[in-house]
């Protein structure tokens, strides 16, 4: 059984930064790529970013040159580095992980930006 515990949401205000951490648990291992969601209501789920065990990175427009995905296998955590905040960027943002043979998703985490 594994887990994908996140963390790091709440509130900010626009222009600011938060910093997702997502730690995988359990027998989730051999991670094969590690991503990023949200879904804001109304909307559809997005993909934010990911990354790949290879360390190929790739980016929404939208977020592009404001945030930064990273991994770190060995503790099988992935981050989200989200500057320059938007209220655009309010969210429940969602971690996912891929082993080769299966994919996991956290319960996902509040972002809102606000003044």
């Known amino acids: 059984q594994g887990q994908l515990v996140e963390s790091g949401g709440g509130l900010v205000q626009p222009g600011g930064s938060l910093r997702l951490s997502c730690a995988a648990s359990g027998s989730i291992s051999r991670l094969s790529l590690m991503a990023w969601h949200r879904q804001a209501p109304g909307r559809q789920r997005e993909l934010v970013a990911l990354?790949?065990?290879?360390?190929?990175?790739n980016y929404a427009d939208s977020v592009k040159g404001r945030f930064t995905i990273s991994g770190d296998s060995a503790k099988n955590t992935v981050y989200l580095q989200m500057n320059s905040l938007k209220p655009e960027d309010t969210a429940v943002y969602y971690c996912q992980v891929n082993t080769f043979q299966k994919q996991y998703w956290g319960q996902g985490i509040q972002v809102t930006v606000s003044s």
């Open positions: 990354v790949t065990n290879t360390g190929n990175t």
